[in-house]
């Protein structure tokens, strides 16, 4: 009985030396993910050309300007309009451009765009959509109450040439946003988001005219309520 089990333990060994070890390589998946991002006209024609700007949106201040040590690429959009990014990430972005003219008004995108490890975020936009409505009402300086009406209202960005004595003509004449008062003293304009704007208020009749009355801007699909006041002319 004492050799049977001695025998029973030297097989036990023996297959246990004999077990196979199966080596297992873990392989890592994918920590990067792409953007490919087109601007468009009204009509969804590229916009080629475009600087686009992609950014770290963890150093992003609200309500301003990105923080310039959070840019993570930029790149111009191709002859289709698109801006490709590759190995981004896994997070969330801020994505800006530079000026994108359609029917001679400029507009700024920005947005934010999350990318996904291991596929392709592909995302059109029209920049037109990044607009707004400047809802202008004019009244008289005299009684603040009494509205301008028949008054045309140009909206124009801060940072763009600033009207003068030798310019203003030029600007008004070739101007997009721009409209007329009601007899309420009120006008609507569509312009641009996340541009500040001043006003031109030019009597349509004579050469009358007056400019400046601060700086006002509009949020994406946004309105925001503006009164004038000026002395009749």
Do not use: H, W
Request: charge should be positive; include cysteine; glycine fraction near 8%.
């Amino acid at each position: 009985m004492k050799y049977k089990i001695i025998l029973l333990l030297a097989l036990s060994v023996f297959v246990s030396a004999c077990k196979k070890v199966t080596n297992v390589k873990l392989i890592d998946g994918p920590t990067a993910g792409k953007l490919s991002y087109k601007l468009s006209d009204d009509a969804g024609k590229g916009l080629a050309g475009v600087k686009v700007s992609v950014y770290d949106i963890g150093t992003y201040y609200s309500g301003g300007t990105p923080n310039p040590n959070a840019l993570v690429s930029t790149v111009q959009t191709d002859q289709e309009g698109i801006a490709y990014f590759a190995d981004l990430l896994p997070k969330n972005y801020l994505v800006t451009t530079d000026s994108a003219s359609v029917n001679n008004v400029k507009y700024i995108a920005d947005e934010f765009v999350q990318v996904v490890a291991g596929t392709e975020k592909k995302k059109t936009i029209k920049v037109s959509e990044f607009s707004g409505l400047l809802n202008i009402t004019l009244l008289s300086y005299n009684d603040y109450r009494t509205p301008l009406k028949n008054i045309g209202v140009l909206a124009y960005p801060t940072n763009a040439v600033q009207p003068n004595s030798a310019n203003v003509k030029t600007i008004i004449n070739e101007a997009v946003l721009k409209g007329v008062t009601d007899v309420n003293g009120f006008v609507s304009i569509r312009v641009p988001s996340n541009v500040n704007f001043n006003f031109i208020i030019y009597n349509l009749t004579n050469n009358n005219l007056s400019y400046g009355f601060g700086g006002y801007r509009v949020t994406k699909g946004g309105s925001t309520v503006v009164s004038l006041y000026s002395y009749p002319f």
